[in-house]
């Protein structure tokens, strides 16, 4: 069956760096596009941007550009997230999302709670 | 960017109760989907393509709209509905959420 698996847990300081991992399985990972979404803490759904699992090509939202990189590691089937220099506000939940052609996003990892906190 | 707003933000429904939520696009969107969002868990798919029923939904869920409006309705609200529903167009980039509309149980 199809999963989406990700990382666990993350808490980090202020200015410190974390990589949160997808692992896909039950499909031909290169076949469908991964996009990551934020969830603050009470709040809704913001999407971040997605990955092209077949070039690599990364796209990002524009709240999204700078501090955060998608990337593969395609012979493990997996899609990372890399945020630096965190910030208090990046405290949230990060989902990775498996996107398919006009349907959205079928799959969803069980997102990975990162809190930045002094 | 494409800005969705949904309403209402919260709504009470009683069992059995007809409910439709909005969802308005600040420019027009060839489709909307839609997402059920319980506490603690991950979204899942719900409607996508404006109307048609992701695996597992329920046929007391429909969807329509178009252009700039769009809807999901359901016919006889169940227990098991109490959820946040977001609308999304993934269309044009950024595949930007609506805030959601939190249903409740009256």
């Known amino acids: 069956q199809i999963q989406l698996v990700q990382s666990g847990p993350e808490l980090k300081k202020p200015g410190e760096s974390v990589k949160i991992s997808c692992k896909a399985s039950?499909?031909?990972?290169?076949?469908?596009?991964m996009h990551w979404v934020k969830q603050a803490p009470g709040k809704g759904l913001k999407w971040m941007g997605w990955?092209?699992?077949?070039?690599?090509?990364?796209t990002y939202a524009d709240d999204f550009k700078g501090r955060f990189v998608f990337s593969l590691e395609a012979s493990a089937s997996t899609a990372n997230l890399q945020i630096s220099n965190l910030k208090n506000e990046d405290t949230a939940t990060y989902f990775c999302?498996?996107?398919?052609?006009?349907?959205?996003?079928?799959?969803w990892g069980q997102g990975v709670m990162v809190t930045v906190s002094s | 960017d494409i800005v969705l707003t949904q309403s209402p933000t919260t709504m009470a429904a009683s069992p059995g109760e007809k409910v439709t939520l909005t969802c308005r696009a600040s420019?027009?969107?060839?489709?909307m989907n839609w997402y059920q969002q319980k506490p603690g868990a991950s979204p899942k798919l719900w409607i996508y393509?404006?109307?048609k029923l992701a695996s597992g939904v329920p046929n007391r869920f429909s969807g329509s709209g178009s252009g700039t409006s769009y809807s999901l309705i359901i016919s006889s609200m169940e227990t098991e509905d109490i959820a946040t529903y977001y609308c999304?167009?993934?269309?044009?980039?950024?595949?930007?959420f609506g805030a959601g509309t939190k249903l409740e149980l009256k």
């Open positions: 999302a498996r996107r398919v052609i006009r349907v959205g996003f079928d799959y």
């Open positions: 039950g499909y031909t990972f290169t076949d469908y596009a």
């Open positions: 990955i092209n699992t077949y070039t690599g090509k990364p």
């Open positions: 420019s027009s969107v060839s489709y």
């Open positions: 393509g404006t109307s």
């Open positions: 999304q167009q993934c269309c044009s980039t950024p595949n930007t």
